[in-house]
Nanobody
């Protein structure tokens, strides 16, 4: 059974940084594309960043480009999301998701849509506030 566990969320002041982790259990993470999504209260879940399994290419939503960095450590079975220059509008529950890379439309930009991703973690809360 595919399982993901997110960690690293918390409360941070505007301009601060956090690093989220997504760890897989029960299978090898290297076979999957991994995406990070977020959902703020009253809003739809949106894609933030993803990384393919085949060539390690990375993709970002416009709202986080230049501030967030996704990386994967297959030996640790973990994908990270380094978040810098955090703003109050980044406040949300952050989820990681996995899917076979061939099912994800990376180049069209629609990878941000949750329905392409088959397996999800439980989420970790990120709150940006002074």
């Amino acid at each position: 059974q595919v399982q993901f566990v997110e960690s690293g969320g918390g409360l941070v002041q505007p301009g601060g940084s956090l690093r989220l982790s997504c760890t897989a259990s029960g299978f090898g993470l290297d076979a999957y594309a991994i995406g990070w999504f977020r959902q703020a209260p009253g809003k739809e879940r949106e894609g933030v960043s993803c990384v393919s399994s085949t060539d390690g290419d990375t993709y970002y939503a416009d709202s986080v480009k230049g501030r967030f960095t996704i990386s994967r450590d297959n030996s640790a079975n973990t994908v990270y999301l380094e978040m810098n220059t955090l703003q109050p509008e980044d406040t949300a529950v952050y989820y990681c998701a996995g899917e076979m890379s061939f099912k994800i439309p990376f180049l069209s930009g629609t990878w941000t849509r949750p329905h392409f991703w088959g397996s999800w973690g439980q989420g970790t809360q990120v709150t940006v506030s002074s």
